[in-house]
């Protein structure tokens, strides 16, 4: 029994991933070579990932999903190591009351922060923004003026987690080494460039691929905001394809290549990092 007993404490947990996480996944295979509505249901192989190579809806989607994804990888990780770099010798004061005005969008439901941002980018002159520069812009109904407010927005949410992860890091750095560098002469800058940011070096990897995984799920902003093709993200795109079309297993199969995506570019992320 006492060899079992890692096996019971870890019991709970593997349920759960079974049943969220792994058999949905299996599920979602397999209905990906139906044609199904849930009531009529055929088998068409591989005819639903044919049809995605000549959909031009979800191409549009895949570049839009990758800018996302490229704008989140790179504005949140910079704006938050840059924010705890600035904070990390002030007062533990300072460096709460930043985590905690960072932090506030990472916990805000987002659809309410979709629903706050859609008045500051009302069209009319009723919308926050277009009060402040006295002009009437469309901003959600083109594509440049749409996905780089949602981009925008998308980083802001994600900067308080890596804010806060990035600077526990910078504070988990051994007081040794910087002593020890301070007694050789190095100045501030020096130290956080050469010592600080080095030693953190495994959280910017994880935090960078987290972000990117952050823009593939992309969807409520998208919904909210600026649900058209041209804007669309992989995500909704499957949303619209699934629930207001019906087309269940033309979703699926997008769905999979989503994740196959996802995926792929993780995995070349350490193949680069190697």
């Not at 923004?129 to 002009?135: D, E, F, M």
């Not at 996802?262 to 995995?267: C, D, Q, R, Y």
Request: hydrophobic share 55%; aromatic share 16%; proline share 4%.
């Amino acid at each position: 029994m006492k060899n079992k007993t890692p096996y019971v404490f870890i019991a709970p947990a593997a349920v759960i991933f079974i049943l969220a996480v792994l058999l949905p996944l299996i599920m979602l295979v397999g209905y990906s070579f139906y044609k199904t509505d849930f009531i009529i249901t055929k088998f068409v192989g591989l005819k639903n990932y044919a049809k995605i190579i000549q959909d031009r809806a979800f191409k549009t989607s895949l570049v839009n999903t990758f800018m996302y994804a490229g704008f989140n990888v790179v504005g949140t990780n910079v704006f938050a190591l840059l924010a705890a770099l600035f904070v990390y010798d002030m007062a533990k004061q300072a460096q709460d009351y930043l985590r905690f005005v960072l932090y506030v969008p990472s916990f805000t439901s987002g659809v309410v922060m979709a629903a706050a941002w859609k008045w500051i980018f009302h069209p009319t002159k009723e919308g926050l923004i277009n009060y402040l520069i006295g002009r009437q812009v469309v901003w959600m109904f083109d594509r440049l003026t749409a996905i780089l407010p949602i981009s925008f927005i998308i980083c802001l949410s994600f900067s308080g987690f890596a804010f806060t992860v990035y600077l526990a890091a910078l504070l988990n750095v051994p007081k040794e080494i910087i002593d020890s560098a301070k007694m050789d002469g190095a100045n501030l800058r020096q130290i956080k460039m050469r010592i600080l940011l080095p030693n953190i070096l495994p959280h910017i990897s994880l935090l960078t691929l987290l972000s990117m995984i952050g823009g593939f799920q992309i969807y409520e902003y998208v919904l909210i905001l600026a649900p058209h093709e041209f804007s669309a993200s992989m995500l909704f795109n499957v949303y619209r394809t699934a629930f207001q079309y019906g087309r269940y297993g033309y979703a699926s199969a997008k769905s999979v290549v989503m994740v196959l995506i996802v995926f792929a570019a993780g995995l070349i992320k350490r193949r680069i990092e190697r």
